[in-house]
C-alpha cells in the first residue's frame, strides 16, 4: 500500500522537479556553477536599476546588498567590480561579490571611495553655543556656518 501511494505521488510531483545537470560542480564556493565559462570577473560595469535591498549591473546582473563589500553604499551610476555566475535554474547573471570601483584616475585622483566620505552627512544633535559664524554641536564638535 505505501509502495503504491509513494509511485502515485512520485508520478503527479514529477513535474516540479528540475533535472539535475550534468556537468555541475559539487565542491567549494562555486557549487551552483554549471560549468567555468558561467563565472565572470567584470570590471567597470555600471549598477543601472537600484531597489530598496537590491539592483541590477549592466541591466542583466542581480545583486543584494549583502554582497556589496564593505557595507558601502552603491548608487545608480556608480562604476563597480564584481564576480558574476549564471544561475543554472533561471540562465540569468547573479553576483557572488560586489565592491566599488576605486579608479584614481577619474575626478582628480581622488578615488570614488574618498569622494563619498567627504559628502556631507546629516548630524543630529542639540546647538550648544553658536557665535554668528559657526558653533558647537553637543559641546564636541565645530562646525562653521551654522546659519547657511
Given at each position: 500500500m505505501l509502495t503504491a501511494v509513494r509511485c502515485v505521488f512520485t508520478k503527479l510531483m514529477s513535474p516540479f522537479w528540475r533535472s539535475v545537470e550534468e556537468d555541475s560542480c559539487s565542491d567549494g564556493p562555486f557549487s551552483g556553477a554549471t560549468v567555468m565559462e558561467d563565472i565572470r570577473h567584470l570590471r567597470s560595469s555600471v549598477v543601472?536599476?537600484?531597489?530598496?535591498?537590491?539592483?541590477m549591473i549592466d541591466?542583466?546582473?542581480y545583486f543584494t546588498t549583502a554582497e556589496v563589500?564593505?557595507?558601502?553604499?552603491?548608487?545608480?551610476?556608480?562604476?563597480?567590480?564584481c564576480?558574476?555566475?549564471?544561475?543554472?535554474s533561471e540562465g540569468g547573471w547573479k553576483v557572488l561579490r560586489v565592491e566599488k570601483s576605486a579608479d584614481a584616475w577619474e575626478e582628480?585622483?581622488?578615488t570614488?571611495?574618498?569622494?563619498d566620505t567627504q559628502q556631507l552627512r546629516p548630524l543630529i544633535g542639540t546647538v550648544t553655543s553658536y557665535d554668528g559664524?559657526?558653533?558647537?554641536i553637543n559641546q564636541n564638535s565645530l562646525h562653521k556656518?551654522?546659519?547657511q
Open positions: 543601472t536599476q537600484l531597489f530598496q535591498d537590491y539592483g541591466g542583466a546582473i563589500l564593505g557595507g558601502i553604499p552603491v548608487k545608480q551610476g556608480d562604476l563597480v567590480n564576480i558574476a555566475v549564471r544561475d543554472g582628480g585622483g581622488q570614488s571611495l574618498e569622494a559664524n559657526g558653533g558647537y556656518g551654522l546659519s
